[in-house]
């Protein structure tokens, strides 16, 4: 069966981190989001993002989409069966406001992952340590949606697996029982 595993977790808790082990380690590709800012010198369609005009934008199925600014974004069915294309097992990170319409959607398919940490100031102490600018970090720790994804809505709590991300190793060894539950059960 095709299954996605969707994280989901406040900044700086290691969502890209999982990801990237999770391609490294098992090739399991991440979902490509769309967006229509402009393309930054070094990247490349399809690789950070699926770069859009309005109008290819707007052709798109969505599960959902933000504006951000003059720019949107936005992730898509068609990007997720791009995905499957590669791989039966994919991944995608989306915040805790979008993770309904994925579950309702997608059902069984969904293998939804909300990561932690004990102490919520560590957070702070990994976005510095990732090199992010302090007024950035500042700027994000104070905003409405760090601080909404910093829980979860308890209305899922039957559909979501809590992974603690305090020791990286120990999170690595609960991804690889995941991702075998998950393989073996194709
Ligand atoms: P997110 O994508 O959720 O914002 P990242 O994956 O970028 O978070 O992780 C933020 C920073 O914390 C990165 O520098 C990463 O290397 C580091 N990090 C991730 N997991 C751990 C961990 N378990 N222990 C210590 N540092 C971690």
């Not at 707007?58 to 599960?63: A, E, G, I, R, V």
């Not at 069984?108 to 990994?126: G, M």
């Not at 979860?152 to 120990?170: A, C, G, I, R, T």
Request: no cysteine; charged share 30%; hydrophobic share 30%.
């Amino acid at each position: 069966m095709q299954r996605i595993i969707i994280i989901a977790g406040p900044s700086g808790v290691g969502k890209t981190t999982v990801t990237n082990y999770l391609s490294q380690k098992y090739n399991i590709p991440r979902v490509i989001t769309h967006t229509t800012r402009p393309m930054r010198k070094g990247e490349k369609d399809g690789e950070s993002y699926y770069f859009e005009t309005d109008t290819s934008f707007n052709k798109l199925h969505f599960f959902e989409h933000v504006k951000y600014g003059s720019y949107q974004y936005g992730s898509s069915r068609e990007a997720l069966n791009k995905a499957w294309k590669k791989s039966d097992l994919v991944t995608l990170i989306v915040d805790t406001d979008g993770v309904k319409s994925y579950l309702d959607e997608l059902k069984e398919k969904a293998f939804f992952i909300y990561l932690t940490v004990s102490q919520p100031h560590i957070l702070r102490q990994r976005l510095i340590g990732r090199g992010d600018n302090i007024e950035e970090i500042n700027k994000r720790l104070d905003s409405k949606e760090f601080k909404r994804d910093l829980s979860l809505n308890p209305e899922l709590n039957d559909k979501v697996h809590y992974l603690n991300n305090d020791d990286l190793n120990k999170t690595k060894e609960e991804l690889d029982e995941i991702v075998k539950i998950l393989k073996d059960s194709n």
